[in-house]
Structure formats: C-alpha cells, structure tokens
C-alpha cells in the first residue's frame, strides 16, 4: 500500500464546508461540517486513457478516507440532516455528509459496499437524461434499490448543462430551460422514487440570481453551489457553498486542510 504521502487526490474528491455564520447571519458559534462529493470510484485502469481521470478515484482511496473520517470525532449526516443543522443553526457537532454526482454505475459497484461495509450511506446527485441510458449509468430499479437501503436521491438537473441564463436568452427561452431543467426531474422522481427532489447540485456548481430564484419556485429547499473562496454573509439554503479541491494533494494535505479550516472556525468564535 502506498503511503499517505504518496496517495493523491486526483481532483475527484471535493470538499465542501458550511458555516453557520454564513447561511444564518449570525456569529459562528462552533462547528464545521464538510460535504465530501465523489464522482467515480473505480479501479485505476491499465490502458492508461483516462480522460475523467481528475473525477475519479479508486476503491482503496475511499476505503481510507472513510476510515479517517471515522477516527475522527465526526457525525456522518444525510444531507436532510446538514439543511436541518443549517436552517436551525444547530452546529454543537462537527458533521460529515457523503455525495456521489452524475449517477454512475460504479457508484453501485465499487462506492457502494464500502459505504456500506463502514456503515455510511451517501447521497446521490443524478441527472436525469443519464439515468438508465447506458451500461454506465445507473437505472431507475437501481436507484430505487440504493434508496431502500437508505442512500438518499436528489436532483442534478435533467441534462447537465450549465443552467445560467446564456447571453440573448429571452424570458420566454430561460424559462422554458429551467422548467425542463428543474420540473422534468421533479416529475420523474415522483414517478420512479414515489418523492420528488428537496435538493439540487447545480451542475458545475453554476448559478446565477435567475437560476436560484427558478429553483426556489419550482420547489428545492436547498442547493450546492461551487466556490473555492469564503461565502458572503447573504448566504441562503439555495446558494449553499462549497469549497473544492481542484488540484492534486495527498490525504495528509486533504486531512491538514480539514483541521486547519475547524481551527480557523472556532478561533472566529472566540
Ligand atoms: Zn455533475
């Protein structure tokens, strides 16, 4: 087994922290969750062509990073449970919540029976056009079947197109995309899961005021932008941040960079 040190974060692990302080507008009193999002977790392959190769990461990787996080004084949380600890400023223990985008299936192969066998359940952002439309991509059943072990299913959009407002976009012509975009899911979760979507990962964490403003009256309570700085104090559920790690780093560096943001929280507080 290589050594932590050697072990890099090939851009596919993502880390994700909220502040209490930001979503509520209030003082920090103490706490930090992190979201970890993970896309493909998959054996490294010989042939050498890996173009996702900054999305993925290997079985043995997770195997590790769940270990830590299980050393670690941490609750693992649904994302149910961090909007709840969110919207009721509930932050007397730091939190850890687990999300899968896109739907892949070796979401169900590899990222599933580790979750599973350390007892973890993850949260599964997929868009819709991808369920069930190849090999690689999860299906309807097997999304259900991941839900009724208590893994939780939300929304990605339908397409995964960057949902801002494009330039010489009418009125009619956005609101026309958002409603596919953001209805189309909520309808086929409805049908396929029995619930529609209560949250939505942005696809490339991308949003403008119109797309949040969409997604609030088509329904979501929540939903994940993607910002590497510090969030504003106007902060909202639907404008949640989250902080990636773009470049490669070791799991020292990943765990360091946990620690050091907890520090850098309750040293506000004081
Ligand atoms: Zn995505």
């Known amino acids: 087994m290589p050594s932590l040190k050697t072990t890099i974060i090939r851009g596919g692990l993502e880390a994700l922290y909220f502040s209490g302080a930001n979503v509520l507008m209030r003082p920090f009193v103490s706490g930090v969750g992190a979201i970890l999002t993970l896309h493909h977790v998959r054996p490294q392959r010989p042939d050498g062509f890996q173009p996702n190769r900054l999305l993925e990461v290997t079985p043995e990787f997770l195997e590790r990073v769940l ?9 693992i949380v649904s994302l149910d449970e961090v909007y709840r600890r969110l919207v009721e400023a509930d932050f007397s223990r730091r939190f850890v919540c687990i999300t899968i985008d896109d739907g892949y299936r070796d979401t169900l192969q590899y990222a599933y029976p ?13 868009y819709t056009d ?12 097997e999304l259900r079947e991941l839900a009724a072990e208590g893994f939780d299913i939300q929304a990605h959009s339908k397409t995964h197109g960057d949902l801002r407002r494009t330039i010489g976009e009418t009125d009619a012509q956005f609101a026309r995309r958002m409603q596919a975009e953001l209805e189309v899911p909520r309808g086929l979760f409805q049908r396929n899961l029995g619930a529609p979507p209560t949250t939505l990962a942005y696809p490339y964490g991308a949003a403008d005021e119109d797309v949040v ?3 609030r009256e088509t329904g979501y309570a929540a939903a994940f932008t993607v910002r590497r700085e510090g969030n504003p104090s106007f902060v909202t559920p639907l404008r949640a941040h989250r902080s990636q790690i773009y470049s490669e780093m070791s799991l020292q560096d990943f765990i360091k960079n946990l620690e050091v943001r907890h520090e850098e929280r309750l040293g506000e507080a004081q």
């Open 130 to 141: 991808y369920v069930g439309a190849g090999r690689n991509s999860l299906s309807w059943p």
């Open 67 to 75: 270990r830590f996080l299980r050393r670690q004084q941490l609750d």
């Open 114 to 126: 580790i979750l599973t066998k350390h007892g973890f359940t993850a949260t599964l952002f997929v």
């Open 213 to 215: 403003r969409a997604v």
